[in-house]
């Protein structure tokens, strides 16, 4: 949202998306997921025809054992995994039991050795798991009698374990050695580790690093008006207090702490984005973020002055916040999630804003859309007269996944899904932890065959800072699986590639990263489940945090949708898709791209949706039952003249669309904006349209016309009144039908 040319006076007012089938824009189907067993491409990377050796290393030496009994602490999992043929693990005396190593990624499994104290099995299973929950039986053995066996196997699978089912003795089982041999190669592809350090652009620090206000200062300096560059920057402040801090946080730059909680990292001082750089104009403040501290600000209010794609999370805010600019110039936000603010917050002239889990002291003002779920605090709705929309609760929320440490070791943490949420979800912290171990740390440099391969052996994805160039599609193809970006990472599709494409499964998280379209047209940035997706996904939805695609800005870029959702259920939390309407390589053919987002699926919810500049519509939805709890839109602005945009007698296309077979759909909180700089007299049908059914149900939308830059003739289908020339007044209707 940018007010750069408009001499529009913003103070005053603070004071106070089914087509028929042929025409889905979707592309052909995703890789099928992950099997237990032999896969048909080996995790290995071994191109056909290559033989694979069964090696003679050990791959379950050291790794992490567990379990299902010990029989005291003398005789742990991990002896079993040591080495040392004079160590054991042994079992409850009762069957089954079983013991299993974690090898660190999906392998291809050819061998087992077993070294069995008397206490052996005479039946029992070795199993594999590429996730350690479902496991498939590669051999199955009866009349065992014990002493050292070796066991040609054949599978696939990142955990291994012994499951015995008939004893011996009347003792529990007692293994000394377990050995695991995998297949190798010499003209193969080893497999991609996990773990590792962060690489050269996260920024580790604790309260005694020297000099850390100077590195503060360095980053912000080089990044301050850096708003299409390559720079991409990760701060991680480890749990302690820092005293005298400013942070000042420029464009692709995060800061988070690495505390399980956020008051674990306590700032006496500030964590600043303010809009020196343009003039006191906070509409371009994109691309940046702050996550899980804090913060007691140096003089009572904190000032977060922020446009789209600056998330603000997980946050305490031991005071005010405070989202306008110094000077209260212009500024177009914003979102703020799962955050505790116990002083008041002044929007003052943001335009809109969407805040959500949180607990406020209290908020003063709002221009055009304040929209607020599951928010203590939150003022009640007075949209008729003025811009807030409050529901007490959110529908389905579930936070995004975050870095932190466990004493000294890295781990994620996977939140868990809330219902009718109302409030931050910690210092409970529901949900789980994934050691660094299971994730491919993500470097400048890598492939996307490597990242496939990654994800192809069981590992979740960690982008580090940097931007990735991608000539074939990230496939993520198993349930569960975490892609996280620290630092705004950035992936690029060249060759006209889509950029990622997600299975019909259960539980994917995808946070954290922006997807910038390459200069050769892709069909769709991001789609999650292939065409035709119909699994229930309602116990574990996928969720889209703090996702952002850019088509031009930082150059030319091509695309025909950016995200595609064909999966049931998913969850959209917090989103920026723009066609850019300034920087390099922006032109209405240019820097095409038809659709924003497209939604085939059921049960879909957005939450936090901005969406703008398309050159079709913004967003259209073709899946039943579908929610959205605000959304931000502008209009194109660069439209030639109204012929460019006359469809089915109807000039323009909504900026929301619900598809007119669409039976159930409802969404609290919209707008839309118009600033037809090309061609202001252009008049806009309306800016949302949607079928006119009893299930169909739009509460608490407007429309507005920029300094009188083209016109709305109605907010809805032909509902509400045209926009009112120059006087940049919305136009709403509260209820719809």
């Not at 890789?31 to 379950?60: E, F, H, M, Y």
């Amino acid at each position: 949202m940018r007010l750069r040319s408009l001499g529009v006076a913003l103070a005053a007012a603070a004071a106070l998306i089914a087509l028929p089938a042929t025409q889905s824009p979707v592309a052909a189907a995703a890789g099928t997921p992950l099997s237990q067993g032999r896969t048909a491409a080996s995790p290995s990377g071994q191109s056909a025809g290559v033989a694979a050796a069964c090696g003679t290393g050990n791959a379950a030496l050291g790794r992490p054992a567990s379990a299902s009994s010990t029989e005291n602490a003398g005789t742990p999992a991990s002896a079993a995994f040591d080495g040392d043929p004079g160590t054991r693990w042994s079992s409850a005396f009762s069957d089954p039991q079983w013991v299993q190593v974690d090898l660190g990624s999906v392998q291809n499994l050819c061998k087992v050795d077993l070294t069995w104290e008397t206490a052996y099995a005479k039946e029992f299973q070795i199993q594999a798991s590429a996730n350690g929950q479902s496991w498939t039986t590669v051999k199955s053995v009866t009349g065992a009698t014990g002493g050292t066996a070796s066991y040609d196997v054949s599978g696939s699978g990142r955990y291994l374990r012994v499951y015995g089912t008939v004893r011996s003795t009347g003792y529990g089982y007692s293994l000394w050695e377990v050995a695991v041999h995998t297949e190798s190669s010499g003209g193969g592809t080893p497999p991609v580790q996990g773990g590792g350090d962060l690489g050269p652009n996260v920024i580790v620090v604790d309260p005694s690093t020297p000099n850390l206000q100077q590195k503060f200062d360095q980053v912000f300096a080089q990044q301050e008006s850096n708003q299409f560059g390559s720079g991409r920057y990760q701060f991680l402040l480890k749990p302690g207090t820092y005293n005298g801090i400013n942070a000042q946080i420029g464009f692709y730059t995060s800061i988070s702490g690495l505390g399980l909680n956020p008051d674990d990292t306590q700032i006496n001082g500030d964590v600043t984005v303010d809009a020196g750089w343009f003039n006191g104009n906070a509409t371009q403040n994109f691309w940046r973020s702050a996550e899980n501290l804090a913060i007691r600000p140096s003089h009572g209010d904190d000032r977060w002055a922020v446009a789209q794609a600056a998330p603000f999370r997980r946050i305490h805010v031991q005071g005010g916040l405070n989202l306008a600019p110094n000077g209260y110039g212009w500024a177009s936000g914003g979102y703020i999630a799962d955050s505790k603010i116990d002083g008041t917050v002044g929007p003052y002239s943001q335009q809109q804003w969407y805040t959500r889990d949180s607990s406020v002291g209290g908020w003063t003002n709002g221009v055009w859309n304040m929209t607020f779920t599951g928010v203590q605090g939150a003022p009640a709705t007075d949209f008729a007269t003025g811009s807030y929309t409050t529901l007490d609760t959110t529908p389905v929320s579930r936070e995004k996944p975050f870095l932190y440490l466990d004493g000294s070791t890295y781990k994620v943490f996977v939140p868990a899904k809330r219902t009718n949420a109302r409030g931050v979800s910690w210092p409970a912290n529901a949900g789980t932890s994934l050691p660094l171990d299971q994730f491919y740390v993500v470097k400048p440099g890598a492939t996307a065959a490597t990242i496939n391969q990654a994800l192809s052996q069981g590992l979740n994805l960690l982008f580090t800072p940097g931007v990735y160039h991608l000539d074939r599609t990230i496939d993520v193809t198993r349930a569960n699986t975490v892609v996280l970006g620290l630092g705004l990472a950035t992936l690029v599709p060249d060759n006209g590639v889509d950029a990622m494409h997600v299975a019909d499964i259960d539980g994917v998280r995808l946070a954290g990263f922006l997807i910038d379209a390459g200069t050769v047209n892709s069909d769709t940035l991001l789609r999650v489940g292939q065409p035709g997706s119909s699994a229930d996904h309602s116990a574990n939805p996928t969720t889209v945090q703090d996702v952002f695609v850019r088509i031009g800005g930082a150059g030319p870029g091509l695309v025909t949708n950016s995200v595609v959702v064909n999966s049931n259920n998913v969850v959209i939390d917090h989103t920026w898709l723009w066609r850019a309407d300034h920087g390099s390589g922006v032109g209405w053919n240019t820097n095409r791209a038809d659709y924003g987002l497209w939604v085939n699926g059921n049960d879909v919810l957005a939450t936090g949706l901005f969406v703008e500049h398309y050159n079709k519509y913004d967003v259209y939805w073709n899946g039943e039952r579908g929610r959205t709890i605000f959304f931000q839109n502008e209009k194109a602005y660069d439209v030639p003249n109204a012929a460019a945009i006359t469809h089915d007698g109807i000039v323009g296309y909504a900026a929301y669309k619900v598809a007119d077979t669409v039976n159930t759909h409802e969404a609290w909180g919209l707008g839309s904006y118009c600033n037809f700089t090309a061609d202001p007299t252009i008049v806009q049908a309306h800016g949302f349209q949607v079928p006119v059914k009893s299930g169909v149900k739009l509460h608490d939308i407007l429309v507005i016309s920029l300094g009188g830059q083209g016109q709305y003739a109605h907010v809805v289908n032909n509902t509400g009144a045209p926009t009112s020339g120059t006087s940049t007044v919305p136009s709403k209707v509260v209820q719809f039908p």
